[in-house]
């Protein structure tokens, strides 16, 4: 099986900044896309951003310029640095992988448990 950790959640103050890390762990035979999303509060699991395995990113429009997304692949973990938050980005963030386990097999998503970032006024 594989596993999803993440750390680096926390409190902070508006305008502060915060690094998230997910690692995963277990029978890896390609970790291709590492995302993080994120659940406020009564609303909808959004993607934050993501990163391929060659390294293109993506991020929602919301974080654009503030939020940096990388990986290391020796240690299949991918980091969230987060600057210049806001109140607006208090959530759970979410660690999603899309991992195949062997070389004949589909790969699969898989998520952490989640992370809480607060970002106090």
């Known amino acids: 099986q594989v596993q999803l950790v993440e750390s680096g959640g926390g409190l902070v103050q508006s305008g502060g900044s915060l690094r998230l890390s997910c690692t995963a762990s277990?029978?890896?035979?390609?970790?291709?896309?590492m995302g993080w999303y994120r659940q406020a509060p009564g609303k909808q699991r959004e993607l934050v951003a993501d990163i391929t395995l060659g390294g293109s990113t993506s991020y929602a429009d919301s974080v654009k310029g503030r939020f940096t997304i990388s990986r290391d692949n020796a240690k299949n973990t991918a980091y969230l640095q987060m600057d210049s938050l806001k109140p607006d980005d208090t959530a759970v963030y979410y660690c999603k992988a899309d991992i195949r386990q062997w070389w004949y097999e589909s790969s699969v998503d898989y998520w952490g448990e989640g992370t809480l970032v607060t970002v106090s006024s």
């Open positions: 277990g029978r890896i035979y390609r970790n291709n896309v």
